[in-house]
């Protein structure tokens, strides 16, 4: 087994030295360099196109999925060793997706035949971007409150309502969405419905955040026709669908207190403040709380590493998501404080040309949206609180 790794690993190697383009293997600088793929994504360059296309075809964007869905059919192991390799190189992740990271999962466990073959492919290859349609104005935290309708009428349902904070939806193929059929019952009477963004009713407005970015937009529906072959799941039963992608959408957010995620904390901070007769960051206090933060993080990606492991193999608890939610969500911030700590007043300036236009200060401002976003850092709390350390109810 191990000589087969040894293998593959060579193998792996040399595939992606003759690959990924040059360009590909440098950090990305912002949001521009990453690619969502889509009918309507406008590529940075050929070179991002090509990575996209040729990991496409391998099926590496998507690398532990079933070959025939679009995947790469790897083993765990082979996956991790993917990974690995991409590290090594500096690859940049070839796609960014909802479809991959949440409903790809979903679709896996509860779509039927045809709807495997007719998205997961698709998503793989980058040729379709999608949103999601879960939170609404009146519903916060209680998700399972939403009023969004979908009325029966035969052979389609009539969809009426509005969602808020719905990521990317202006630029957005389709759309996965959770839908009230039933008023009688709470979570028994939701339908998990997926949609073409294009279907007639359906229109967005974008939210502008206080960074003076934002992908959030509110999302209304007007009379939107949708095939009930379009249902993801049985009728009445989206409540499982929704619970069972918010797992993984919870692990995706996790994903931003990783230590491959952008430049260098201590070089930025090197960079800006100067090193002392010994070598070291002049700031003793700063270093302090940057080597603090360094442990934390290392500690961090070694429970990813050992939390992705047992979710490859079906057996995580089912509260860990939200574990690594909320420490993710702390750890991005604690990160990007720092980055505001090291650059000083110059990283409060919002529109200069030292500032990079305010870069670190929008980055920063920006993860006060991470506590919020796929679930409350108390909602999350509150769930290791009861399903973890089995304590009562409030």
Same mark, same amino acid.
């Given at each position: 087994?191990?000589?087969?790794?040894?293998?593959?690993?060579?193998?792996?190697?040399?595939?992606?030295? *003759?690959?990924?383009?040059?360009?590909? #293997?440098?950090?990305?600088?912002?949001?521009?360099?990453?690619?969502?793929?889509?009918?309507?994504?406008?590529?940075?360059?050929? &070179?991002?196109?090509?990575?996209?296309?040729?990991?496409?075809?391998?099926?590496?964007?998507?690398?532990?999925?079933?070959?025939?869905?679009? =995947?790469?059919?790897?083993?765990?192991?082979?996956?991790?060793?993917?990974?690995?390799?991409?590290?090594?190189?500096?690859?940049?992740?070839?796609?960014?997706?909802?479809?991959? @990271?949440?409903?790809?999962?979903?679709?896996?466990?509860?779509?039927?035949?045809?709807?495997?073959? /007719?998205?997961?492919?698709?998503? $793989?290859?980058?040729?379709?971007?999608?949103?999601?349609?879960?939170?609404?104005?009146?519903? =916060?935290?209680?998700?399972?409150?939403? &009023?969004?309708?979908?009325?029966?009428?035969?052979?389609?349902?009539?969809?009426?309502?509005?969602?808020?904070?719905?990521?990317?939806?202006?630029? $957005?193929?389709?759309?996965?969405?959770?839908?009230?059929?039933?008023?009688?019952?709470?979570?028994?009477?939701?339908?998990?419905?997926?949609?073409?963004? /294009? %279907? /007639?009713?359906?229109?967005?407005?974008?939210?502008?955040?206080?960074?003076?970015?934002?992908?959030?937009?509110?999302?209304?529906?007007?009379? +939107?026709?949708?095939?009930?072959?379009? +249902?993801?799941?049985?009728?009445?039963?989206?409540?499982?669908? $929704?619970?069972?992608?918010?797992?993984?959408? #919870?692990?995706?957010?996790?994903?931003?207190?990783?230590? %491959?995620?952008?430049?260098?904390?201590?070089?930025?901070?090197?960079?800006?403040?100067?090193?002392? !007769?010994?070598?070291?960051?002049?700031?003793?206090?700063?270093?302090?709380?940057? &080597?603090?933060?360094?442990?934390?993080?290392?500690?961090?990606?070694?429970?990813?590493?050992?939390?992705?492991?047992?979710?490859?193999?079906?057996?995580?608890?089912?509260?860990?998501?939200?574990?690594?939610?909320?420490?993710?969500?702390?750890?991005?911030?604690?990160?990007?404080?720092?980055?505001?700590?090291?650059?000083?007043?110059?990283?409060?300036?919002?529109?200069? /040309?030292? %500032?990079? =236009?305010?870069?670190? *200060?929008? &980055?920063?401002?920006?993860?006060?949206?991470? @506590?919020? !976003?796929?679930?409350?850092?108390?909602?999350?709390?509150?769930? +290791?609180?009861?399903?973890?350390?089995?304590?009562? !109810?409030?």
């Amino acid at each position: 087994m191990a000589e087969d790794l040894d293998t593959f690993r060579a193998e792996t190697r040399r595939w992606l030295e *003759a690959n990924c383009p040059p360009e590909m #293997r440098t950090p990305m600088t912002s949001e521009k360099d990453v690619c969502w793929g889509g009918r309507n994504f406008t590529f940075q360059s050929e &070179a991002q196109k090509q990575w996209l296309k040729v990991m496409g075809e391998r099926g590496w964007t998507v690398p532990d999925w079933p070959k025939e869905y679009g =995947g790469g059919g790897l083993s765990p192991a082979e996956t991790k060793v993917l990974r690995q390799e991409m590290a090594a190189l500096g690859c940049r992740k070839p796609l960014e997706s909802f479809g991959i @990271s949440m409903l790809g999962p979903a679709l896996l466990k509860y779509g039927t035949e045809e709807q495997k073959h /007719e998205h997961l492919p698709k998503i $793989a290859r980058g040729e379709i971007r999608w949103c999601q349609g879960y939170s609404e104005p009146n519903a =916060g935290s209680d998700l399972a409150s939403l &009023a969004t309708s979908a009325e029966d009428k035969g052979d389609h349902f009539l969809v009426n309502g509005q969602k808020v904070w719905t990521s990317y939806a202006d630029q $957005a193929d389709w759309i996965f969405c959770l839908t009230r059929t039933d008023t009688s019952t709470k979570q028994g009477g939701i339908t998990f419905l997926l949609f073409d963004m /294009e %279907s /007639e009713g359906v229109s967005t407005k974008p939210i502008l955040l206080i960074s003076g970015n934002s992908p959030f937009c509110e999302t209304f529906f007007d009379d +939107v026709k949708v095939p009930k072959d379009q +249902v993801l799941g049985e009728i009445n039963q989206g409540w499982s669908v $929704a619970k069972y992608l918010l797992g993984h959408e #919870r692990e995706m957010i996790s994903g931003m207190g990783g230590r %491959s995620q952008g430049p260098s904390l201590s070089d930025y901070a090197l960079g800006k403040i100067g090193k002392d !007769e010994h070598g070291r960051l002049d700031d003793p206090v700063l270093r302090a709380r940057i &080597a603090m933060y360094e442990v934390r993080s290392h500690a961090f990606a070694a429970m990813s590493e050992r939390f992705m492991d047992r979710l490859k193999a079906g057996k995580i608890h089912p509260a860990q998501p939200s574990m690594m939610k909320y420490y993710g969500t702390e750890l991005n911030k604690d990160r990007h404080e720092l980055f505001m700590a090291a650059g000083g007043s110059d990283a409060l300036e919002w529109d200069s /040309e030292g %500032s990079g =236009g305010g870069k670190a *200060a929008r &980055a920063w401002l920006r993860t006060k949206a991470n @506590s919020i !976003e796929g679930g409350t850092s108390e909602i999350q709390l509150n769930i +290791v609180a009861k399903r973890i350390l089995e304590l009562p !109810e409030a």
